[in-house]
């Protein structure tokens, strides 16, 4: 076999472990989740499952990981053709939320787990969390640069006001409910824009506003 092809068969390995662990730490939480029953979940021998990870930190930071990467992945994908930058951060609301809700359970392991990890494990997913941040910053930045954002606002904040609010739709969210994803993204948009824009950028996302009122109409 070479290289190449035992590469993949390494990944396709470490994406199912790292998918059924994230589907027993949501169940049964990751201080009471046991590396022996990750390896009997997998169909794996124990030491297998060492010999990829030493200790159960190792598979939550991995996971996190790859679930930041997908974040990041997902959200790359749908703004990168946008260019006008209010359009761009109701982009990556949008996407965020449909990635948060998508059924991932690494994904909602990320955010309520993270404070099981210490030391050099938390350290490193911090580092993590914070190049996901930065993404999120560099769009705040830019309606901050070209004047969409008033100049007594700090974007600091609203990133951290933004994030909170889109992230903890994960706790109330109903597939069967009242409002759509996108609509829930676009919600939240409009009231982080609303209350932060310079005046003579609240024309604009009025016109936005319009255009979300014909699409849930349609």
């Known amino acids: 076999m070479s290289n190449q092809e035992t590469s993949l068969v390494d990944f396709a390995d470490r994406e199912k472990v790292l998918a059924i662990s994230a589907t027993l730490f949501r169940e049964k939480g990751f201080e009471r989740t046991s590396l022996r029953?990750?390896?009997?979940?997998?169909?794996?021998?124990?030491?297998?499952?060492?010999?990829?990870?030493?200790?159960?930190?190792?598979?939550?930071?991995?996971?996190?990981r790859l679930a930041i990467e997908r974040i990041i992945s997902g959200i790359v994908d749908a703004t990168v053709s946008v260019d006008d930058p209010l359009e761009k951060l109701r982009a990556a609301m949008r996407a965020h939320v449909n990635i948060l809700m998508s059924g991932n359970d690494m994904v909602y392991v990320l955010l309520f787990e993270w404070r099981s990890l210490?030391?050099?494990?938390?350290?490193?997913?911090?580092?993590?969390r914070d190049r996901y941040e930065h993404y999120?910053?560099?769009?705040?930045?830019?309606?901050?640069?070209?004047?969409?954002?008033?100049?007594?606002?700090?974007?600091?904040?609203?990133?951290?006001?933004?994030?909170g609010a889109v992230n903890w739709v994960a706790t109330w969210y109903k597939a069967d409910g009242k409002y759509?994803?996108?609509?829930?993204?676009?919600?939240?948009?409009?009231?982080?824009?609303?209350?932060?824009?310079?005046?003579?950028h609240h024309e604009a996302a009025?016109?936005?506003?319009?255009?979300?009122?014909?699409?849930q109409l349609s």
């Not at 759509?180 to 003579?200: C, K, Y």
């Not at 009025?206 to 699409?215: A, C, D």
């Open 206 to 215: 009025k016109n936005y506003e319009s255009i979300l009122h014909q699409e």
């Open 136 to 163: 999120w910053q560099t769009i705040l930045d830019t309606l901050k640069i070209k004047q969409y954002i008033r100049e007594d606002i700090d974007i600091n904040l609203i990133r951290l006001i933004g994030l």
């Open 37 to 64: 029953e990750i390896s009997k979940a997998c169909g794996m021998l124990p030491g297998s499952l060492h010999y990829r990870y030493r200790a159960k930190d190792d598979i939550l930071v991995d996971m996190m």
């Open 180 to 200: 759509s994803l996108d609509q829930i993204g676009d919600a939240i948009w409009q009231m982080l824009t609303r209350g932060v824009l310079a005046d003579e």
């Open 118 to 128: 210490h030391g050099t494990a938390h350290t490193q997913i911090m580092a993590e």
